[in-house]
């Protein structure tokens, strides 16, 4: 239900802008050549909560683009459920490890529907593929809720080969900023040991569907 919610925000999203741009024809002048690269910052949302991320964009052409992203996001278990008491103290029950999700991702995107549509509105398709890690860093710590930087000291890394694939729009016309707005399924599995997120509860695959927003810089 979690991400039958995002999907329908996203469409939503897509599908107001969509419509103010569908019946549009191209103009007869030739489409806006934008600058090649773009760098800038993915605002990432998700069902185990906030991620930020980074992104290096190269344009070989008007409809393909090559590019490079790291990100860093929290992976939750959907069982958690997190509580706060009377004295304010936020508590999951059951809770005995966090996981962040850290994937360095190499990856296409392909602009879509370039003769019936303006330029102010450039959906595509995504994919990538790269190396993820996981850095796993205790909840408890001697039965005591340790504090989220405390916990690095007592951190482990995990690695394996991770991807996503999505679909979103560049938006606006502007030669100098990027505005992207994206629907993503991450594919993170591990392979061998799982994370303990929960008392007695490992978990491999931490795949999850984000929203990202992009915001940058065209040069």
């Known amino acids: 239900m979690k991400k039958l919610k995002y999907i329908l925000i996203f469409t939503l999203l897509i599908g107001f802008s969509f419509a103010q741009r569908i019946g549009e024809l191209a103009p007869d002048k030739p489409p806006i050549k934008f600058p090649p690269n773009a760098w800038g910052v993915d605002l990432m ?3 185990g909560g906030f991620g930020l991320g980074t992104f290096f964009r190269k344009s070989f052409d008007h409809k393909l683009t090559g ?35 850290m ?11 370039t003769e019936s549509l303006t330029d102010n ?17 205790p909840f408890l710590k001697n039965g005591k809720q340790i504090d989220f930087f405390e916990a690095f000291k007592y951190a482990r890394m995990k690695y394996t080969v991770g991807g996503y694939v999505g679909i979103g729009s560049d938006i606006g016309i502007s030669p100098s900023h990027l505005l992207s707005l994206s629907l993503r399924y991450y594919i993170v599995h591990l392979i061998r040991e ?7 509860k490992f978990r491999k695959n931490l795949s999850s569907v984000y929203i990202s927003i992009s915001i940058g810089m065209r040069y």
């Open 45 to 47: 949302f998700s069902e």
């Open 121 to 137: 509105f450039r959906p595509y398709l995504t994919g990538a593929v790269g190396p993820s890690m996981v850095l796993e860093s």
């Open 194 to 200: 799982g994370i303990e997120s929960l008392d007695g």
């Open 67 to 101: 590019f490079v992203d790291f990100s860093i996001s929290e992976s939750k278990e959907d069982r958690e459920i997190e509580y706060v008491d009377f004295f304010g103290n936020r508590i999951v029950r059951n809770k005995k490890n966090r996981a962040l999700l």
């Open 103 to 113: 994937p360095l991702n190499f990856g296409v995107q392909y602009r879509l529907f």
